[in-house]
């Protein structure tokens, strides 16, 4: 059993970084690729990035391309979501996902989930 508790959310101003982390426990990640999606107010949890198991392949959502960048670190059990350049369009409750082989960017091919954190963009 997989669990996942994501960190590193909050408030920041537009323009601004932040980075999030979700830490893995249960198990190792060993086959296991890894996800982000996000869920506004009143909207569909949407998929943001992706990385294989072995963290060569990264996949990003087109809204967020060149402004998030997505790493695992093996030997943590640990993936991160780099974001930059943040708008306010980006606040959303992010979720962290982990699914046996490649990822996906469609959310219900993925078996486990983390709680959530908090990401706010003021303008």
């Known amino acids: 059993q997989v669990q996942l508790v994501e960190s590193g959310g909050g408030l920041v101003q537009a323009g601004g970084s932040l980075r999030l982390s979700c830490a893995a426990s249960g198990r190792t990640f060993s086959g296991y690729s890894l996800g982000w999606f996000r869920q506004a107010a009143g909207k569909e949890r949407e998929f943001v990035a992706a990385i294989s198991w072995r963290g060569g392949t990264t996949n990003y959502a087109e809204s967020v391309k060149g402004r998030f960048t997505i790493s695992r670190d093996a030997a943590k059990n640990t993936v991160y979501l780099q974001m930059n350049s943040l708008k306010p369009e980006d606040t959303a409750v992010y979720y962290c996902?982990?699914?046996?082989?490649?990822?996906?960017?469609?959310?219900?091919?993925?078996?486990?989930w983390g709680q959530g954190t908090q990401v706010t963009v003021s303008s």
């Open positions: 996902t982990a699914r046996m082989g490649w990822y996906s960017i469609d959310k219900s091919q993925y078996d486990y």
